[in-house]
């Protein structure tokens, strides 16, 4: 991250308006970053991208590398006669504060069917040639997930364990006949992927040209029923059928009593260390290929991570494990020829000072929440803004949190509002302006706010319960909602603290890019030929 003070706004793209459903990366979203510009914001958090299974999270993708094709705006396809107006007149009529999931997956998904025929039938000039360029390019992810797409259509949706086990354990004989037997589907999920990647592309140029950076999400683990499991069984704790024979989670903290088991497979660290981490190299340099900066998710779990054994209840019985530790940040700051490599690391949760060293050692920004402040109403319990290092990134909140407003009128101990109210000496009137100025005037470089904390909403729009599998990932804003006062506000407030006009000059970052130029690919020598 680069040393100068500057801040922004935490908004998943799902929570965008609009008239189809679920956020996109259409009108709404550059609007949005005409928001941002004005307001004199600096850089935009968008959360993981990937596409989304069960529970709707994107920290439970069916890739690592791909994108979610909900994500797809239909007006840009309309705009490239990729659809017809009649393709969406039929258009049902979505709650507009809310993703109803079970209505707009079928939706988008016919939408998108359309778009592949109306593609197939009467193809754009010059388009195809550069749907084929974005498939050799992405060739060493995008087919094994093509294929694993058209693979769970053709099995009902089920998870991959579940197929028969020739194709779930990758047999070659099956491998070849499903990939000609579902030639169409295959191709219509590469189709899906190129929509999605030249839309980002388009969005994040939008961005760069309005002086707004990208910070985009590595979650540390991988879901089971995934395209990365599937394809690279080698480098996951998994038995001879291909079930994990231990699981990822976190021991009993601040959201949960029991932990939280997430049940996600363990890597295979030794494997991936003999491969000198290609894998994960390549991971992150395809997500540097969306964004400008990581935010390293459960970056704890590099040093040790909460080994839970697979037929576990809870998190309770789990163990710590020695994770790769700077064995894999020496890799990586090899990998992109860089000192400083373009991560901020989500050093929440258990800290111990192995971790702590293991960012240092790096130079990683870490995060501070200000919830988190306040030590059970104790000063003495205290994390006080004013003793933060001043490389970190200060939230008022994340997507785990409930928002200010939730957390002061809620989540919060009589005793934390007190302390808080008395640090910020505030009445409490408006707690979420008090709170973001609080963020604002630290000493942190960096300073995120959530969407919602600008908007003064209440726990009804809260993101994310951790540890809860529905339910979640569902709030969306009204574009309404972004009034001229609301941005006027932000912005004083950004000048008076310092973050808004950021110096031109060059960063590590610049090197990375250089590494991995914008139209993502992956196949430069030295590095891994299959992944995902």
Not at 249 to 257: H, R
Not at 344 to 363: C, H, M, N, Q, S
Not at 412 to 424: D, F, K, N, Q, V
Request: glycine residues 8%; hydrophobic residues 45%; aromatic residues 12%.
């Amino acid at each position: 991250m680069p040393s100068h003070r500057q801040s922004g706004i935490l908004l998943h793209p799902t929570s965008l308006p609009g008239r189809f459903g679920i956020g996109d990366l259409g009108p709404a979203a550059e609007a949005f970053l005409d928001f941002l510009a004005a307001a004199g914001q600096q850089l935009w958090q968008v959360l993981p991208l990937g596409p989304t299974g069960y529970g709707d999270s994107p920290y439970q993708s069916f890739s690592s590398f791909a994108g979610n094709p909900l994500l797809i705006s239909p007006e840009r396809l309309l705009d490239e006669g990729l659809l017809t107006p009649a393709d969406l007149a039929d258009a049902p009529t979505f709650p507009a504060d809310r993703v109803d999931f079970g209505a707009v997956i079928p939706f988008r998904m016919r939408l998108l069917q359309r778009s592949y025929e109306h593609f197939r039938a009467h193809p754009p000039a010059t388009l195809g040639d550069e749907l084929d360029a974005f498939c050799r390019a992405q060739a060493d992810w995008l087919d094994d997930f093509a294929l694993f797409m058209a693979l769970k259509e053709a099995h009902g949706g089920v998870a991959w364990l579940d197929w028969p086990p020739e194709i779930a354990l990758r047999r070659p004989q099956a491998l070849a006949a499903w990939r000609d037997r579902l030639a169409e589907p295959i191709a219509r999920h590469r189709y899906y992927q190129f929509l999605f990647f030249r839309q980002w592309q388009a969005l994040r140029e939008a961005a760069h040209r309005r002086g707004i950076r990208l910070i985009g999400d590595a979650p540390i683990f991988v879901a089971h029923d995934s395209a990365d499991v599937w394809a690279r069984r080698e480098l996951f704790r998994l038995d001879e059928t291909g079930r994990p024979t231990v699981v990822a989670g976190v021991p009993p903290d601040y959201f949960s009593a029991t932990g939280q088991l997430w049940g996600n497979p363990i890597y295979d660290w030794e494997r991936l260390r003999d491969s000198g981490y290609a894998w994960w190299i390549e991971r992150l340099r395809a997500t540097l290929a969306l964004v400008d900066v990581v935010r390293l998710d459960h970056f704890r779990g590099f040093a040790a991570y909460w080994e839970v054994p697979a037929d576990a209840d809870t998190a309770i019985p789990g163990r710590w494990v020695p994770g790769p530790g700077a064995d894999l940040f020496h890799a990586l700051r090899f990998a992109f020829g860089v000192h400083r490599l373009p991560i901020i690391a989500e050093d929440l949760g258990v800290i111990t000072p192995d971790v702590t060293a293991l960012r240092e050692a790096f130079e990683l920004p870490g995060m501070k929440v200000l919830q988190f402040a306040f030590g059970g109403g104790k000063i003495a319990h205290m994390e006080p803004p004013y003793a933060y290092d001043r490389r970190c990134v200060v939230y008022t909140g994340t997507h785990d949190n409930d928002t200010a407003l939730g957390w002061y009128r809620h989540s919060s101990l009589p005793a934390e509002r007190a302390l808080a109210l008395a640090y910020m000496g505030s009445d409490g009137r408006e707690f979420n302006w008090d709170f973001i100025r609080l963020a604002l005037a630290s000493v942190a470089e960096t300073a995120i706010i959530p969407l919602q904390d600008v908007l003064g909403l209440d726990s009804d729009a809260r993101m994310n319960f951790p540890g809860r599998g529905h339910g979640n990932w569902t709030w969306r804003f009204r574009a309404m909602a972004l009034d001229d006062t609301i941005g006027l506000r932000l912005a004083d407030m950004t000048v008076l603290f310092g973050r808004a006009a950021p110096p031109e000059e060059p960063s590590d970052r610049d090197a990375v890019v250089a590494a991995a130029p914008g139209e993502p690919t992956r196949s430069q020598p030295g590095h891994a030929s299959e992944s995902g």
